[in-house]
């Protein structure tokens, strides 16, 4: 065991001071030699560093030992004087990705319950070997640096201080202090991935190559440090040439361009990411050799098109309507795109929406009408703008495209009394996260 226990609780306390210091640590305890261990260690920890300690033990109900395994850990935690709160989960089928996730909530729940800001997680030096084996099997360029040290989730920070260590130093030190753990039989199944790992794959390699555990982990920490220093430049890269929100939302193609392919995947990743969308590496490395006119589909229905300028995300889910801005002011006639002014008397038959079949539009300074799909063409307006674009209409007749032209029924007549109006929400085309002020309705005569 490096430096024994003492070792172990100084590297504890080092990340425990790396994270903040939190008041108050909920402790995931499964009954097995990781997590027994690392409650034993924060423990004392606690003792030293005067923060509120928990304990939580999730029982997912799929193995005949499980309520054996909610006893052994209510009654070390018991031994300890530590507060023990149980949940039992009622999952379908044995699925690990499903059964995971139903455990992070089921820990968040009881950390909110409790105030704590952080739940402690036992996983060390072999897991995070697994886990980046497991990514590199699957194909994921993305999440090579494994699991981190300090993840924030919605409501709390999942820690994990036992990255570093090996597992074998963790069941020396329970032997040492003469304390017992349960086995989990299902540890044993191969069948899946992680197991099968565990089980057959990195022996082998400590067979043929000593400390190849301690290597590949050490390796996924190397990863993760340069990843981060490369999103940081991606997310820079992007600052003030893509715009996120609900609607349009989009990439500058002339800043993807000039990227190196990296650096361009992970701007594509960071811009999805922004939106809930998700992407395996297959999905990145096609949208970055994307050409004009080019999809790329993704998961959940979203996907990506790519038009003269502009790389666009699209979801599946319709466009809301759009809500006028608050009133603001402006002088002068306006521009035709976010200021315009009108008469009074046509405003107020007017709405704001989106376009729809029919609409029409009889563009300024012209005599003749042309469908409003003719004239966002003539415009060069791209595609996925079109149905983003808010308009001013009675009718099926469109008075303002806003941010793109107005008609010529906005033209006042001399001594008529006009209302000069002013868009404030975001437009597509944007990328300066500029805020405008909304509509005026100021009169003038």
């Given at each position: 065991?490096?430096n024994?226990?003492?070792g172990?609780?100084?590297?504890l306390r ?11 640590v909920?402790?995931?305890v499964s009954g097995?030699?990781?997590?027994t261990?690392?409650?034993?260690l924060l ?18 109900g799929l ?8 006893r052994f850990?209510?009654?070390?935690c018991?031994s300890?004087s ?8 009622a999952?379908?089928k044995a699925d690990?990705?499903g ?7 089921a820990?968040g729940a009881?950390?909110?319950e409790n ?7 036992a ?6 070997a697994?886990?980046l084996?497991m990514?590199?099997?699957?194909g994921s360029v993305?999440g090579l ?5 300090d993840t924030?989730?919605k409501?709390f920070?999942l ?8 597992p ?6 329970l032997?040492?202090e003469?304390?017992?753990w349960?086995?989990d039989?299902s540890n044993r199944?191969?069948?899946?991935l ?7 794959i990195?022996?082998?390699?400590e067979?043929?190559q000593k400390n ?6 050490g ?6 440090e340069?990843s981060?220093?490369l999103d940081?430049?991606a997310d820079?890269c992007?600052h003030?040439?893509a715009?996120f929100?609900r ?6 193609t002339?800043v993807l361009?000039?990227?190196?392919p990296a650096?361009r995947?992970?701007m594509i990743?960071l811009f999805?990411l ?5 992407a395996?590496?297959a999905?990145?490395a096609?949208a970055s ?12 229905g979203?996907?990506?098109?790519r ?5 666009h995300l ?6 809301p ?7 603001a002011?402006f002088?002068?006639l306006g521009d035709?795109?976010r200021?315009?002014a009108?008469?009074a ?5 007017c ?7 029919g609409?029409r ?5 012209m005599r003749?009408?042309?469908s409003l799909?003719?004239y966002?063409v003539?415009?060069k307006?791209p595609l996925?703008?079109r149905?983003?674009?808010?308009l ?9 495209v806003?941010?793109?032209g ?8 001399e001594?008529?009394?006009?209302f ?5 929400a975001?437009?597509p085309g944007?990328?300066d ?8 309705n100021?009169?003038h005569?």
């Open positions: 065991m490096k024994g226990l003492n172990l609780l100084d590297r080092l990340s425990y001071e790396r994270i903040g210091q939190p008041k108050r909920l402790a995931a097995g030699a990781d997590s261990a690392l409650l034993l423990s004392r920890l606690s003792a030293q560093c005067g923060f509120a300690l928990l304990a939580v033990h999730v029982n997912h193995r005949a030992a499980a309520d054996r395994d909610e850990a209510s009654s070390i018991a300890l530590i507060p023990f709160f149980a949940k039992k989960l999952l379908p690990e990705a059964a995971r996730e139903a455990r992070y909530e820990l009881v950390a909110r105030a704590c800001s952080h739940i402690a997680l996983h060390h030096r072999n897991d995070q697994e886990t084996m990514r590199l099997i699957r993305e640096g494994g699991m981190r040290e924030p989730r409501d920070h820690w994990r201080p036992l990255l570093s260590e090996d074998a130093d963790l069941k020396a030190f032997r040492a003469s304390i017992s349960a086995e039989e199944d191969d069948r899946y992680r197991n099968f790992l565990r089980l057959r990195l022996p082998a390699l067979e043929r190849a555990s301690a290597h590949i982990a390796a996924a920490a190397v990863l993760r340069e981060d220093f940081a430049f820079r992007l003030g040439h715009h929100g609607v349009c939302p989009f990439v500058k002339e361009d000039a990227q190196a650096i995947r992970r990743r999805l922004g939106h809930g969308a998700g395996e590496s999905h990145l096609a050799a994307m050409r004009d006119g080019d999809t790329v589909n993704l998961p959940a979203f996907r990506l098109l038009t003269p300028g502009y790389l699209i979801a599946c889910k319709p466009i309507a759009p809500v006028p801005p608050e009133p002011d002088s002068g035709g795109k200021t315009q009108m008469p008397a046509l405003f107020s038959r709405t704001l929406r989106y376009r729809e079949d609409d539009i009889m563009p300024f300074g003749t009408e042309k799909q003719d966002l003539d415009r307006v996925p703008f149905n983003a674009l808010p001013l209409c009675e009718g099926k007749q469109v008075y303002w806003i941010g793109v107005c008609a010529e029924g906005c033209r006042a007549k001594g008529e009394n006009v000069r109006l002013r868009y404030g975001y437009l944007d990328v996260y500029q805020s405008f002020g909304g509509y005026t100021e009169n005569v």
